[in-house]
T-cell receptor, first 112, second 113 residues
């Protein structure tokens, strides 16, 4: 069945760039999302990309989509300690933009 | 604009007891979702409402879980009786009919002892 995979952990130094990677299996996914979850909190929508786009930039966040390889990445420039959180990748089901397939999340640790 | 509101934030109950969670979506959002999130996992959809109609409840354990959204606005998710394995965070999300993005509430952390 459809699946979304992410590496579980990433550790970076404050001020460096972070790159969180995600692969998905459903080539028909229309939208791909990045959510952030801080401890004890709900999921915060960070950004999303439409499947016909290659790149989307929003302030410190850059999303790259390689549709051929079904690979999505989230780059956080100038990573701060406040960026420490779990980042979830999610892909919409083909034909049903309201049903999402979720990865297990990548735990980002930012070291001062 | 107020976000998705959930209550309570935390609940501790003994197994076999009932429990209920409440969600008020973002104003104007007609789609409402209940998710369950276990530790170290992504969210798992339990049920999705379009207005007052449950359009996807395939993952809802119907023997003990029930949900309602009577007036197409706020919603209640109930577990009766609770089991130890129900300990998780229960998340509510909403989206509008015009847009696809889902916005989440803070969740209710349930501990069953």
């Amino acid at each position: 069945g459809e699946d979304v995979e992410q590496s579980l952990f990433l550790s970076v130094r404050e001020g460096d760039s972070s790159v969180i990677n995600c692969t998905y299996t459903d080539s028909s996914s229309t939208y791909l999302y990045w959510y952030k979850q801080e401890p004890g909190a709900g999921l915060q929508l960070l950004t999303y990309i439409f499947s016909n786009m290659d790149m989307k930039q929003d302030q410190r966040l850059t999303v790259l989509l390689n549709k051929k390889d079904k690979h999505l990445s989230l780059r956080i420039a100038d990573t701060q300690t406040g960026d420490s959180a779990i980042y979830f990748c999610a892909a919409s089901y083909a034909g049903n933009n309201r049903k999402l397939i979720w990865g297990l999340g990548t735990s980002l640790a930012v070291n001062p | 604009e107020a976000g998705v509101v959930q209550s309570p934030r935390y609940k501790i109950i003994e197994k076999k007891q009932p429990v209920a969670f409440w969600c008020n979506p973002i104003s104007g959002h007609n789609t409402l979702y209940w998710y369950r999130q276990n530790l170290g996992q992504g969210p798992e959809l339990l049920i999705r409402y379009e207005n007052e109609e449950a359009v996807d409840d395939s993952q809802l354990p119907k023997d003990r879980f029930s949900a309602e959204r009577l007036k197409g606005v706020d919603s209640t998710l109930k577990i009766q009786p609770a089991e130890l394995g129900d300990s998780a965070v229960y998340l509510c999300a909403s989206s509008s009919s015009e847009r696809h993005e889902q916005y989440f509430g803070p969740g209710t952390r349930l501990t069953v002892t």
